[in-house]
Structure formats: C-alpha cells, structure tokens
C-alpha cells in the first residue's frame, strides 16, 4: 500500500452527477412551474444530457455515482433503471431537492424514507450513499442516515480524501466522501434569470484549467479527486467534449483509479 490507497493507486477519480432535473427549481419556489423556459432548460438535464453523459462514461468503461431526487426517479423510472444496469450508483437526494437545513426532524425523516423507498424498487437495492441537496445538513442529518443504515455521507467538506464521522460510536459511524465548491459545475454554468440566478456562465477553457489545477495538486498529495457535476450543466455539449478532456487528461497519469463514491466508502468503512 502507497499512501491512503491500496496498491499502487496515486490518487482515485470520482465522477458524480446530480440528477436534479426541475427538483431543485419546484423546490425554492413552486411558482417556477408556470416558467416554461426554466422548467425546460432543467428537463434537458434527465432527458437529453443524462443519457448523453451515460454513453460518454461507457465509453471509457468508467463507473459514476449519480445521486437522484425521489421526484425525479418518479418521473424518469427508465433513466434510473438505465443508471443501475449499467453499473452506476444511484444515491439518496432527497425527494423534491430538500436541503436538510431547511426542514424540521420529523420532515427530514419523511423525506429520507420516501426517497429511500422510491430508490430501492427502482434499483432493487436500497441506495448505500446520501448527498444533501445545497450540500447542507441539518442536527439530525448523521444521526438518521446511520439509523437507516447508510454507509456514507457525501456532503461535507472537511477533508480532501474520506474520513470517518463519529469513529467512536460504532452504531453511528458513517464514512465522508466529501466534496468541494471548487470541484462542482453549478458555480460555473448556472444562469437562468427567471430564476434570479446570474451566475457568471463560464467559458469551458476556463472551467477545465482550474480542474486539471486541482487534480494536480489532489495528485501530488496522493488524495481523491470528486467532481461535482449536473446534467443539465455540464451535459451541454461544448461542456460535455471539456469534461472528456480532462477524462483524458486524468487518464495520463499513471497510478489514478476511477471509482464510484460507494466503492470508496467501502475501502474506508
């Protein structure tokens, strides 16, 4: 063993996906429905890019983790079923994007079973990963996700490789897979006025040197690379051609191992 990896393995590459969909928008502000424009700039997302981004990764025999609301499951049962089969995660996202802050226990609690059950009869198994929308959890959050027996958490920040929450209490220890502003597409590519969000819409060029910079370093230090990304983003085609470059560029470098989030959290679990 090399470092923190088993093996030779430098440094291990997570590529993830958040299946938001219309979740996100319905969920600050039901009102967005009636924005025809808004709700289809976001339906791209599972309808067009997913399956775009599927064959991309089959292309390169790369396995991802797609964390998906139980509304969207609901409405694109064939997607997520397609996700499954070929060898994808599916993890815990809440049901209509609910950031875990902004609920009460009792609510939070609802929403975790709701998803839990859409996800499960989808995928035939209970999904083993939660990633908080807004990556923002609540008191509760660790407490409920270890009572319904999730392996890991993907929604903190604390680390730039896994770490274990709570190692001291065995009923309630969780693996962190955790994740980065820096490392997620939505910073770079949202913009939908409708919507108030005037994001700085980011040219591909500019988003893929300050990956490839971060992967680098991630490299050198011999910790995990996790990017965040959202169909409805980073499935827009010039975007799309930029993340197989850096697919590639990763790739190069010897010793890196792509892995789904799960497969990591079992290494640490």
């Given amino acids: 063993m090399s470092g923190i990896w088993p093996g030779a393995t430098q440094c291990v590459a997570m590529l993830t996906f958040d299946v938001d969909g219309v979740s996100s928008w319905l969920r600050r502000n039901p009102d967005f429905a009636q924005l025809p424009s808004l709700m289809s700039m976001a339906e791209y997302g599972p309808s067009v890019a997913a399956p775009r981004i599927l064959d991309l990764l089959d292309g390169y025999g790369i396995q991802g983790s797609f964390y998906v609301p139980g509304y969207v499951a609901e409405t694109h049962v064939d997607l997520v079923r397609d996700i499954a089969r070929r060898g994808h995660e599916v993890g815990h996202h809440g049901y209509m994007h ?134 409805q983003y980073i499935g827009r085609p010039g975007r799309l051609l930029m993340l197989e470059r850096l697919i590639n560029y990763i790739r190069s470098h010897p010793n890196v191992k792509f892995m789904r989030v799960g497969d990591v959290a079992e290494l640490w679990g």
């Fill in 98 to 231: 609910e950031p875990p802050a902004s609920m009460t226990a009792a609510e939070e609690r609802e929403v975790l079973e709701k998803g839990l059950s859409i996800l499960t009869d989808l995928t035939g198994a209970p999904p083993q990963g939660y990633r908080s929308p807004s990556w923002e959890l609540s008191e509760v959050s660790l407490d409920l996700l270890a009572e319904y027996g999730f392996r890991y958490d993907s929604s903190l920040m604390g680390d730039d490789a896994p770490y274990l929450l709570r190692p001291e209490e065995p009923a309630k220890r969780l693996v962190e897979v955790p994740i980065h502003w820096v490392l997620d597409d939505a910073p770079n590519f949202v913009y939908a006025p409708s919507a108030n969000r005037l994001g700085p819409m980011r040219g591909p060029e500019e988003v893929y040197q300050t990956w490839a910079a971060e992967f680098d370093g991630l490299y050198r230090y011999g910790r995990s690379f996790h990017l965040t990304m959202h169909p």
